[in-house]
Structure formats: structure tokens, C-alpha cells
């Protein structure tokens, strides 16, 4: 690994802490062999913030181990009896599989604990999950969704989990409704945890603080950099989207994306049906992601505060933009949280040309 380019301080860079830290400490070098662990990066975040009071790197730690929780069933998921469906379906209307029900618990039971969280939202409860009277609440909320993709357990495809952390408003005790419905703008760290050939978490702790992704290294059960300051590549022509349902989409954008495929114009196809898979991606090589309304889903598929958030979020401050087809992702507020949004996000030029697309 390029030492250099993986050093915190390359890492850090925007937030000048390479000068301080060469100025009190002498010359970054890498921790390890392997690289700089998810640890490290996390602690030298914090001391960058010297107003921090170490929760949410706390939060984020344990977010860590529960992400190596699931991955470790998600690998052996065939073996562990965890393939398939529970037989029961959420508020949502949708199926739910076991490792669902398997990653919301390791995800609660890892968090709930912490003395970190006030409340978390997660997919797969149909209300706000409070942390148990025994526990000491925090300073944060946190929603997720535990297992994006969950149709592609079976295939052996990518699937992941999907977070967004905002800083509570209330003053103490356990979270109120105005702790989570409330703008993406007001996002203090988003991310996901991709579970496919690796174990990938991506993570930003502000728009103007780059996107960071970490390899989960099975044999130490450590998370390293491994992607520092992903930048989208807004030269990348890949679009996203399940053509399927073309049909049913508002004709502007039929005859936009048909238009995209002039072979002059060089673009290219691909789609998982797991959006952290196909975000992922995305962010890695540059493209953009499309889930517009259909008639099945009018409002569109995906979840306000746990996918399209986050992702817009990571989207932003990798240099992309995210939009519902009308406004900035960011800035909906929801009024429910389950919500649900249509979205377009990926490289900026891509998403303006949606966007004037659909207003014909
Ligand atoms: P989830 O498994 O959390 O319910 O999410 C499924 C979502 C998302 O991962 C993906 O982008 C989308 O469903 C795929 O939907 P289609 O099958 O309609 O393309
Ligand atoms: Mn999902
Ligand atoms: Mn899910």
C-alpha cells in the first residue's frame, strides 16, 4: 500500500491536521504493514474536534463490530441455515429473510448499550427502537437500514448496511420525533457497510470531510484504509437503474435514458438490485443511480432516512449529487420514518441532465 496516499495525514489533510501533527508529533507514517486501521482514523477525527466527547467515535466503533458481525454470518450464511426468507413480511409489505432479522439485532445489540444513542430507526421496526431503561442514553440517533439488497442473500451478490447518524436535538432522557424528522443537511456522519467479494465500510464525517472506505482484513478482524478521499470520476458513463420498469416512468426520462444509448456516447449498464452494491460501485469508478417512481411505488422504493440520506450524503461529499427529480435529497424533511423517495444520484453532470430532462 502506497504509504503516502493511505497515511492519515493524506486523509486529513482538509482538516490541517498533517500540519499539527508533524508540528507535536513528527511525520505521519503508516501503523501498520496493512496500513492505518478504522481506529486510528476514528481517534485522530476526534482530536481534531477538540469539543468532541468521544461518542460518536464510540458509536462508530461499535458500528465497526457489528458490521464484522454480519459480514462473518453473511460469509458463512449457507452453512449457518441463515438463507431465505422468515415467512413473514414487514410494515413495508415486504418479505422479510433471516439474516435481516439477524443483522437489526446484532446492530441494536451492539448499539443500544453504549451509553452513545437516544433512539435509532431501523427498517426493519415499524417504530422507533428505544434504548432499554437500563442503558444510559447519548447524544445521537442512528437509522438503519441492517441489510440493503436483502434479495441478493441467496445469489451469493453484494448487500450491505446502510447508516445515518444525526447529533440529537432534544436536550436528554430518550430521543422525540424532532431527533430524526429533520433535514439530511443536519447529517453529522453517514455510511455503509458493504458485504461482497470484501467487506467494505465507507464513511463520512461531514460534506467537506471527503469519503473514506475501509477493508475489513478477516484474518486480524480489523478494518484499514484502503480507499482514502473517494472521489466520484465524472467521466465514467455507467448508469444504474432497473430498465424493467421503464414503462411505467415519466416519458421524459424514457426518452432521456434511451437517448444515453447512442453507442457514440459510450455509456455502459450495470445494476445489482442491491443499492449499496450498485452505490458502492458507483462511488468507486463514477456513475449514476437511478430508482425513479413506478406505478407499484409512486413515491418511489427507497427510505428516506436510511438510503437515500446516507448515500446522497456520501454522494455529496465525494463531489456527486443527489436529487428526488425536484430538489436536493438533502434537503427533504420527512415526516415519517419510513418514507420513501424517488432518487437519482451519482456524478453531478449526470444527475443535472436528469434533472432537465424531467423538466422537459
Ligand atoms: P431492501 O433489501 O433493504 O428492502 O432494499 C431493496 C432495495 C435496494 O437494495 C435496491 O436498490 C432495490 O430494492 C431494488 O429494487 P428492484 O428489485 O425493484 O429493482
Ligand atoms: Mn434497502
Ligand atoms: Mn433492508
Redesign the pocket.
Known sequence: MDDEKSSPACVLAHMDVRRAWTRYLGPMSTQFEEGTTLDRFLLETMHAHPEARGQLVTLLKQVALAGKLVSARVNRAGLAGMFGATGSMNI?G?YVQKM?IYANEAFKRALEHAGVLCMMVS?EEDAPVRIPERFACGDYVFCM?P?????NIDTNAS?GTIFTIFRRRSPAGHGTPEDVLRPGTDIVAAGYIVYGAGTVLVLSTGLDAGVHGFTLDPAVGEFFLSHSDIRLDATTRTYSC?EA?AAQWDPRLRTWLDGLKAPELGWSAR?I????G?VHRNLVKGGLFL?PPTAK?PSG??RVLY?AFPLAFLCEAAGGAATDGERRILEIVPTTIHQRTPLFLGNRDAVEAVLGALRG
Open positions: 413495508q415486504e435481516d427498517e437500514d441489510l440493503d439488497g436483502s434479495s448487500i432497473n420498469y445494476y438490485g442491491s443499492l449499496v450498485d430508482y411505488a422504493k427507497l438510503e
